[in-house]
């Protein structure tokens, strides 16, 4: 018990408490805007669940702190293994919420749903960390760029297999850019991939999605798909119509005219960037944006300072994974990114969404206390 407690007390004394205050203030952000959200159910349940999760969040960032990244590191195998089975239980247990991907886990004896790809994002970092710090001494050969390639089709080919789930799989594809670039992989490579890319978008967009998945490109740029914003454009009208009522100042919390009676989908979850528009105004969504942005920055900033090459893979790949969700959600809810169903991070409401993100930058508050292995004789084998 006395080295169960000495150990928190070393991560309060030397782990990123900025880091960790900007996340609450933002959750803290994040739960008023919910309960003002959720304020026409007639319910505390989601504001009950939001804050229970900061709390188990909370005590998930101090905890995860403390976890060696070279121990870690050396067992990526079991990383791998661990999302494989947290995917594989999406064939038993698996339920879509009539969303028509089955990404969440109804799992027994516990009382809210699971999404395992949130987990997974945590993993993946981890395990794309660690082999490219294995093979940082010739990051841009065949066999380092094909065995980091391997870990991302693996994982993004299970997961929408399993879960239909392709907007949550292009998080996958965007830390794998983003930590490439950050890594070092040569310029040569990027352009490769995007060639491969455009030879394939043919077949991608024919035989891969569904169409339902193509409309919700297409009305990105053309204006004859749905022009009375009653079908493929009406969750984009109705959010738009939200971010503009509320003008500089918004209509006020627990007083949003579509807000406050629910005519916004989704309005806790994907679309609450357009609840606080109404409600809080333009004011509101820069002070939710200045928020994201500072943890962003934060995180980049602790990577920078480390000078040990995983630890700062670690913070890219967390950087690269909030940069994407925020772009994605608000993007979506602006009418400039496709709706891919992405939650804005530490805002919206989602249990799995808040703990998860908290674990993950717990890893960048552990660089923050640890910028360098304990032993400069570690070895990581390669493979």
Same mark, same amino acid.
């Given at each position: 018990?006395?080295?169960?407690?000495?150990?928190?007390?070393?991560?309060?004394?030397?782990?990123?408490?900025?880091l960790?205050l900007?996340?609450?203030?933002?959750?803290?952000?994040?739960?008023?805007?919910?309960?003002?959200?959720?304020?026409h159910?007639d319910?505390?349940?989601?504001? =009950?669940?939001?804050?229970?999760?900061?709390?188990?969040?909370?005590i998930?960032?101090?905890?995860?702190s403390?976890?060696?990244?070279?121990?870690?590191?050396?067992?990526r195998?079991?990383?791998?293994?661990?999302?494989m089975? !947290?995917?594989?239980?999406l /064939?038993?247990?698996?339920v879509d919420?009539?969303?028509?991907?089955?990404?969440?886990?109804?799992?027994?004896l =516990?009382?809210?749903? %699971?999404?395992?790809a949130?987990?997974?994002?945590?993993?993946?970092v981890?395990?794309?960390?660690s082999?490219?710090?294995?093979?940082?001494?010739? =990051?841009?050969?065949?066999?380092?760029?094909?065995t980091m390639? #391997?870990? !991302? %089709?693996l994982?993004?080919?299970?997961?929408?297999?399993?879960?239909?789930?392709?907007?949550?799989?292009? =998080?996958?594809? #965007?830390?794998?850019?983003?930590m490439?670039?950050?890594?070092?992989?040569?310029?040569?490579?990027?352009?490769i991939?995007?060639?491969?890319?455009?030879?394939?978008a043919?077949?991608?967009?024919t035989?891969?999605?569904?169409?339902?998945?193509?409309?919700?490109?297409e009305?990105?740029?053309?204006p004859?798909?749905?022009?009375?914003?009653?079908?493929?454009?009406?969750?984009?009208? !109705?959010?738009l119509?939200?971010?503009?009522?509320?003008?500089?100042?918004?209509?006020?919390?627990f007083?949003?005219?579509r807000t406050?009676?629910?005519?916004l989908?989704?309005?806790h979850?994907?679309?609450?960037?357009?609840? %606080?528009?109404?409600?809080m105004?333009? /004011?509101?969504?820069? !002070?939710?944006?200045v *928020?994201?942005?500072?943890?962003?920055?934060?995180?980049?900033?602790?990577?920078?300072r480390?000078?040990?090459?995983?630890?700062?893979?670690?913070?890219f790949g967390?950087?690269?994974?909030?940069?994407?969700?925020v772009?994605?959600?608000?993007?979506?809810?602006?009418?400039?990114?496709?709706?891919?169903?992405?939650?804005?991070p530490?805002i919206?409401?989602g249990?799995?969404s %808040?703990?998860? *993100?908290?674990?993950m930058?717990?890893l960048?508050?552990?660089?923050f206390?640890r910028?360098?292995?304990?032993?400069?004789?570690?070895?990581?084998?390669?493979?």
């Open positions: 018990m006395r080295r169960v407690l000495q150990s928190i007390w070393n991560v309060f004394r030397r782990g990123d408490l900025i960790l900007l996340c609450v203030v933002t959750s803290a952000f994040g739960c008023l805007a919910v309960a003002s959200a959720t304020n159910q319910t505390l349940r989601y504001v =009950i669940i939001q804050a229970g999760a900061i709390v188990l969040g909370i998930c960032y101090v905890a995860v403390a976890v060696d990244l070279d121990f870690v590191s050396e067992h195998t079991a990383l791998v293994l661990f999302n089975f !947290l995917l594989l239980l /064939i038993p247990f698996g919420f009539n969303s028509g991907n089955k990404s969440w886990l109804d799992l027994p =516990i009382p809210v749903s %699971i999404q395992p949130e987990i997974c994002k945590i993993t993946f981890l395990i794309l960390a082999v490219m710090s294995a093979h940082q001494q010739r =990051i841009s050969s065949v066999k380092s760029v094909l390639a #391997f870990h !991302l %089709i994982l993004v080919g299970v997961n929408i297999l399993l879960s239909k789930d392709a907007g949550v799989s292009l =998080i996958f594809v #965007f830390i794998f850019i983003g490439a670039f950050a890594g070092g992989v040569s310029f040569v490579w990027f352009l991939g995007g060639g491969a890319l455009v030879a394939a043919p077949l991608i967009w035989k891969i999605m569904s169409e339902r998945q193509r409309k919700r490109f009305v990105l740029w053309n004859n798909i749905d022009p009375l914003g009653i079908d493929e454009r009406y969750h984009s009208v !109705l959010s119509k939200s971010l503009n009522g509320g003008g500089l100042t918004g209509q006020g919390l007083n949003g005219n406050q009676i629910g005519a989908p989704a309005q979850t994907d679309y609450i960037f357009s609840a %606080i528009g109404e409600e105004g333009y /004011i509101g969504c820069i !002070l939710a944006l *928020l994201l942005l500072a943890i962003i920055a934060r995180v980049i900033y602790v990577g920078t480390s000078q040990n090459y995983l630890r700062r893979m670690v913070c967390s950087a690269m994974a909030l940069i994407f969700q772009c994605s959600n608000v993007g979506m809810c602006i009418g400039v990114t496709p709706v891919i169903g992405l939650t804005l530490f919206s409401y249990g799995s %808040i703990v998860s *993100l908290y674990a930058l717990g960048v508050s552990g660089v206390a910028p360098a292995p304990r032993s400069h004789e570690l070895y990581v084998r390669p493979y």
